[in-house]
């Protein structure tokens, strides 16, 4: 468990330095928080850089003497446990709207005289439709994933849908929970895995950042990636597991909204342009099989 | 029932009229929606003009063959009964941030051999704290409410409360629901209620608007907006009933989130400056018997 913890510390460290010099100039401001009953986190959080509008990378070491009856209703046998669980957050929202959003967490859950489990995922939210930016992404996952690829990356596409709006947040990624595997050496296989999706995050996304952070733009495209983000909100406080139960065990607040978007707007009944980009959007989301040879066909 | 739609409509284009004569520059367009399923409704929105970024005006009509569980849940007796419901919402987001957004919805509620009753309310949520605009304002909605302002104030600040925040989303104002009155005359009695409430909207809020909207500010003022905006994302999305039945049911989604504002922001713990106005606006939202003579007392 220290291991776990120590191990997501040493690479929020890394994280947070990579981004800061991707940025050139922002800086990432630490924020420390405790509470004797719940524990603690660490915050970083950049804010108004040349790239990154935002950029936050969270870690927490959280503890209770029951599991959340969350937790206990999908795991068998947690129910009234002790618990542990250490975890990493980050969220990216670049300035350039050309330039998607990133967002990837890793978490540990240990549970006293229970199985213990790993979690994760790594997905991706443009405002705008390069194909080649989603192929390069799900490739690199891919690499990563291995033969559990398939699996986790359509349980990405489940997870980030905005069902009241019938459309996905993002083209997705890959989304696992629950991974573990008995015997010797199979915890250190799965933290292997989840090293090596840390590991990830960089080469799956900075070239991406590489193509778009220059391209040059205008308000009608600070107005669309605007109101994707306003999409991103509602995502993230009507849906996302995570955020709501943040919220609702009164968490670190700041800490748990750091992945909202600096500004988002919402217009009423916004329809682009046909034929413009921004009209293709929505098509260009929907669920692809990204990584394949084609790279093009709808799953 | 009819007559309760027809009223509701007769007062939206009243209030629309109203809301438009006073903006002087925007314009409400107009957008209605059927779905043979669950009903239909007019939603009237106006963006961009000089006194509101935005202002919306929504009536609805629905019907169902079955209470939604929600409202049975709550109502005993009307589980699996039809029903039909109409009702009318209304929410203003001013450009000057020194001006309050206002918010009113009345509902009528109608289930085939279970009674029927009305909801609704109507609440104030400042951005900077003016005393005399809340004492206004609650005494306003005191000279409607008569006996029943105390029991109904305290709903309002029940409810508009940002629990993760330990917050307020605004100062309240009056909340009611389940107002059903038996016997000769009852719904008449309580139509004319109603009736009331819709006719207190102008007088309760549009003096308000007067002081403030001609008041001069700057960046400052602006962000502070935007980030309390944040705030009624936050409530509307995590908390609001209405917003989050509407959403659930996948009702008109861009009529549901009328609601929302045209722009808002997230800082990562931004804390105003010690001594500000902005810094006392927490304070301020707390729940105070703004409507006594002293109009200042906490709660």
Chains 1, 2 share one sequence.
């Not at 719940?38 to 503890?63: I, K, M, Q, T, Y």
């Not at 009856?69 to 300035?95: C, D, E, N, W």
């Not at 040059?216 to 909100?233: M, N, S």
Request: with cysteine; aromatic share 12%.
């Amino acid at each position: 468990m220290v291991n776990v913890h120590e191990l997501l510390l040493t690479e929020q460290a890394r994280l947070v330095k990579g981004f800061e010099e991707y940025d050139g100039a922002g800086c990432f401001r630490v924020s420390e928080w405790t509470r004797s009953e719940l524990g603690g986190g660490r915050a970083c959080v950049l804010e108004g850089g040349r790239v990154f509008e935002r950029a936050g990378v969270n870690v927490s070491l959280v503890h209770g003497r029951e599991v959340p009856a969350t937790i206990a209703q999908t795991f068998p046998g947690t129910k009234g446990r002790p618990y542990v669980a250490t975890g990493i957050s980050m969220v990216t929202h670049p300035l350039n709207p050309y330039a998607p959003a990133m967002h990837a967490n890793f978490r540990y859950f240990a549970v006293e005289g229970a199985p213990w489990w790993f979690g994760g995922g790594c997905d991706l939210t443009p405002m705008y439709g390069f194909a080649e930016d989603a192929v390069h992404f799900h490739r690199t996952l891919q690499t990563w994933c291995g033969p559990r690829y398939e699996e986790w990356k359509r349980a990405c596409d489940d997870y980030f849908t905005i069902a009241h709006r019938g459309e996905m947040r993002g083209i997705g990624g890959v989304f696992f929970d629950r991974l573990a595997e008995e015997g010797p050496g199979g915890f250190e296989r799965c933290l292997a895995l989840v090293e090596a999706g840390l590991a990830t995050i960089f080469p799956a996304y900075l070239p991406i950042l590489d193509r778009r952070v220059r391209m040059p733009y205008g308000g009608r495209q600070r107005e669309w990636q605007l109101a994707r983000r306003g999409r991103y909100v509602e995502f993230n406080l009507v849906y996302d597991r995570g955020t709501r139960f943040g919220l609702q065990t009164r968490g670190n607040i700041e800490a748990i909204l750091m992945s909202m978007p600096p500004l988002a707007r919402w217009g009423f009944e916004l329809v682009p342009e046909p034929g413009s980009p921004e009209s293709e959007v929505a098509d260009f989301l929907k669920p692809r099989d990204w990584a394949s040879p084609a790279g093009l066909a709808t799953t």
